[in-house]
């Protein structure tokens, strides 16, 4: 394996494309996820993934072999992503108007960024990482749920990316000082503050009542199946009071780019009847996942034509047989999943 990396090195560098692809499409897909830790949107980390090829393409003949392969490219995709949040400039900062004409208050604004996406988990498949060094503080599952990638986007860009190293990825102190060109005494201050941030923010948002301040996930497939066909039952038949029964009494409900937040079963409850469950409202489901969580396409039906029409994307936070979160995302995202922007009319 060693001989034929070397191999495709010497190629690529001799300007052989099909050997450069060869060298890096085992490490493309792990370190897209990377960049969508760091950027919080799948559409940023695209870009930052195309970036990184690019640049370790053109800089191939700088690859002194010191590092392994993959670390260097972990180098390369975690510095065009802090460029990227430098220059900042795709990114909004005030939320648009949301399209609902009158909704209730909210309890305040939440924490998810107007940018924030959801990470397909049929892009999880093949995850290299899915055994991270052992440096490494949070699993593989926790280090994808919405709520981790949400905390992360709550630290400055530098935190950010030296806690994905050390604590999702598992490189050593010393690596990650290396690759963001730091010392490892700057690496330990800004791990201390980033896990602090972190592991408050998971805690807060677990809603489980049992004081850990980090809750492993590890869910019940068949705990979430049932969950999960209970909630599109009571969509499909807009039964508001079936839907409540699911929730935790401390709910959250959330949807960027809106920064704003519904919390507690009374303010949920206000916002669904006035946003999901209006008369004359009728949907269907179609499930799916995201982030490791399970999700659900809203189909709204179109009383001009025999067809309903996306509406939008829930992704939902599970604990037990209870919902701990919604966080709803507009149906630009939708295509993403594999699903379709309109259903037809059931008989």
Sequence with gaps: MERDTTDLIARARAGDHNAFRDLVQGHSHELQVHCYRILGSLQDAEDALQETLVSAWRNLGGFGQQSSLRTWLYKIATNRCLSMLRADSRRPRIA????????????GAGDAPPWLE???????????????????????????????????????????????????????AAEVAQMLDATQESVQSALKRARATVDNHLADSSSTGTGNRRPARQPDTAAEHRLVARLTDALERADLD??????????????????????????????????????????????????????????LADPHASVYRAYVLLVITTAGDQITAITGFNTNVMTRFGLPRTLPETD
């Design 96 to 107: 648009p108007p949301l399209p609902e004409a009158t909704l209730p208050e909210p309890s």
């Design 118 to 172: 959801p990470y397909p988990d049929v892009l999880l498949d093949h995850l290299v990482d899915q055994r991270p060094g052992p440096e490494a503080r949070y699993e593989t599952t926790e280090a994808i749920s919405l709520a981790f990638i949400t905390a992360l986007q709550l630290l400055p860009p530098r935190q950010r990316a030296a806690l994905v190293l050390r604590d999702v990825l598992g490189y050593h």
């Design 242 to 299: 079936a839907l409540i029964e699911l929730l935790v009494s401390d709910v959250r409900l959330s949807m960027p780019p809106a920064m704003l937040e519904y919390r507690g079963i009374e303010s949920a409850q206000r916002f669904l009847a006035a946003a999901t469950f209006r008369p004359g409202r009728t949907y269907r489901v179609v499930p799916t996942r995201a982030n490791g969580q399970p999700a659900l396409g809203l189909y």
